[in-house]
């Protein structure tokens, strides 16, 4: 039996969804690598007794460790550490020295960003933030706030709690620490091997997948298999003890041969990582012109460190004009076809290929709506080009969604369709 | 006491983070515009034993509605119907005119997208997702799956369950006919209404704002007071009954006075949607040339419905080529000030603009990091112009984080940028 864990993300800013949380599924991810299991993760707001109930679902689940992240900051609406140390039977007070530590990085903070702070205010938030449960491990601050190890009071029983801060950069850079301290160590150490492996399709509906699972059922035993499909990619990922290794094979099989070449990765690796590496692999160079997609395809193409060895840029032609005079798109054109239309798409491409002096352009033309759709040429209409030394592809689809989903789509559409021309493969 | 409900987000790909829960936040925020109040929302894998205790621990929460998003998909990792029937205590079913709508939907896509599909996987798929817990009420299908609302079986008590797909589309089209069910309509006819006001700072820090509601607390009763700080930008969202209007408008006064206009924000508006309506009432046009945000600026100033009328596009400018030859920035600055330097952030916002032809143009250039770094400029190093007809604003800073976490604070502090520009107000 596995180490298992249990997440609680606090803040009524995740609840409502002005902030996502990336905090639960980084944690999920980092427990699985440690061997450690993750059955739920719960939202709470900023309320005691939300979090309270929260804490005890997971404590009563039988899990190893509860991990808590946010409510550490210094409003009085952060109050995870004094609920966190009730629950465990831990009173809290202010640790003096840890005030002092807080203080001093609060004042170099404050100088380092010339904010104007209030003396009085910045000393109350910081008396806040040293509030720790008697008898808890203190893990030092990244930012301001520490993190803590909550053992349950002595006498009663229960998992320790581990509190993280909210900031996914501090809650990351405080991971280490906290893995390694005794408590969390000792809760952890039923931790066993546990493998992920990740296939990637191309162009094919959930439903034939399903049908290659059903039909390999009963040899699929020891492997928890998830299939998801995301702007119009369908992902495999399956979880399993290294014993089952031969049945995760066998499944990889199963697919490979059912699927052929719309299964485009077996290695986990994504589209753009790919791309990346075909461009860096040709010492060739890719730029864009874009319509609907506004910059997301240049955007996701510089988002990967280095990439400005291989992407030069792209230019957002929202307006005709913009086609015209930064992307040589003819005048003549555009009133004879539109603006949206497969000759534009590889005009664009060939006018960013041009401009930018790239081996490789990449043209994106469509309507994002909800507006600005015709009988003809619905909202979702999208046509793509790229062209590159060996030659030219091209894509025309109309897609379903919102405005924002159509951006999204085209964006990895043009990213497999710029797949297929640098190395062949599925059909984009 | 207001009506309440507990929510579920069933799926091993958000719980692992492949995929961002959208559902969860959306479901929370409808709620409460219908004066409902969610108190968590609980992630869980496509495993029946944890689906059915967050089922559990929801029910046994007190809530009058607990509503689960995800699991009803063909394959065989989706089992919310299943597991929800038989945790009310209602075993499932194949309701043969169910299935023969599916059947139909099914058929009308796969013919519409052109894919291949076989027909006995198809058929299985679609008696799987016509599979539903007896004496449930069927939602039609807006994709290919059936929402249901399933009431505790005869004898037992305890809250309905509505089970809603996982898409976000099918989610949010299947909605409406979710809250006329008359099993939904009695469980959450205790909603009173829950106000919602929200109110956005620009360039103070977190104590500053703790200060002032640490100096009016005792005045604040009746208000849910949450902060929450993102991209350099302090939101404060307050949720109330009507009773405690004269509290809210308290807290309101109270940060008008402390922060002046640094309040940049008393309506909810987002800084993107004040950008836009000043370009639209000035009837101005907006293009960027940016660097290190890679067309990320582009892309948010695109993603409003209607922004074509005042966005013009961009250059995503990585490679120094492209600074010189699509933004005119001279081979001799270039060389002299280096390409992150507040000179060339100056020329590629007057370049967009001269390119454009736009009556507003932005520059960034920056280093996103992790590389590229150095002593003069360390990673972070952001410089920003925007130039108007009216004058010129710029901003350099050094920003914290990861090369993502600096792409969007740069991508917002050009969006305040452009609104002192446009509007005056807080420095960015």
């Known amino acids: 039996m596995a180490a298992r864990a249990g997440i609680v993300v606090t803040g009524t800013e995740v609840l409502t969804g002005r902030v996502s949380d990336r905090n639960g599924p980084w944690l999920a991810e980092a427990l699985r690598a440690e061997g450690v299991d993750v059955g739920s993760v719960v939202v709470v707001g900023d309320r005691p007794e939300d979090l309270r109930s929260a804490l005890a679902f997971l404590a009563g689940s039988g899990v190893d460790l509860v991990i808590t992240t946010g409510g550490l900051g210094p409003t009085a609406d952060d109050l995870t550490a004094v609920v966190v140390g009730d ?23 404050s100088a380092l960003r010339g904010w104007r702070m209030e003396p009085a205010a910045t000393a109350a938030g910081v008396t806040k933030q040293a509030q720790v449960p008697v008898g808890a491990t203190v893990l030092e601050p990244v930012g301001t706030a520490p993190g803590l190890v909550v053992p349950v009071a002595e006498g009663r029983s229960g998992p320790p709690v581990l509190v993280l801060p909210g900031p996914p950069s501090e809650l990351q850079g405080m991971w280490p620490a906290a893995l390694a301290a005794e408590l969390v160590r000792t809760a952890l150490a039923g931790a066993t091997e546990l493998r ?15 049908a290659t699972l059903r039909r390999i059922d009963d040899q699929l035993r020891g492997l928890e298999v998830t299939t998801c499909l995301r702007d119009g990619e369908l992902e495999i990922v399956t979880r399993y003890s290294p014993d089952a290794g031969p049945a995760y094979r066998l499944l990889q099989q199963a697919v490979t041969e059912d699927f052929g070449d719309m299964l ?14 075909a461009l860096a692999g040709r010492a060739w160079t890719v730029a864009v012109g874009e319509s609907c997609t506004g910059g997301l395809l240049a955007a996701r193409l510089t988002a990967a460190p280095g990439s400005s060895a291989w992407a030069l840029g792209g230019v957002a032609a929202y307006a005709n004009s913009a086609k015209e005079q930064l992307l040589d798109v003819s005048v003549e054109m555009l009133a004879a076809s539109g603006a ?21 352009g990449v043209g994106v033309t469509g309507i994002a709506g909800p507006g ?42 043009a990213l497999h369709l710029l797949r297929g021309l640098l190395l062949g493969g599925p059909p984009a």
């Open 264 to 277: 485009f990765s077996q290695d986990g690796a994504t589209v753009d990582e790919q791309v990346a590496a």
């Open 87 to 109: 629950f465990q039977g831990r009173p809290s007070a202010v640790d003096p020295a840890l005030e002092a530590r807080i203080g001093a990085i609060v004042a170099r903070l």
């Open 372 to 413: 600005g759709g015709t009988t003809g040429k619905p909202v979702g209409t999208v046509h793509l080009a790229a062209v590159g030394p060996d030659g030219t592809a091209t894509k025309s689809v109309v897609l379903p969604g919102s405005r924002d989903a159509v951006r999204q789509r085209t964006t990895t559409l």
């Open 196 to 210: 992920q492996e990740t296939l990637r399709l191309w162009g094919t509906p959930e439903s034939e997948l399903a």
């Open 340 to 360: 949206v239309s497969p000759e534009v798409a590889l005009a664009m491409a060939q006018g960013a290929r041009d401009r930018f002096g790239a081996d490789v």
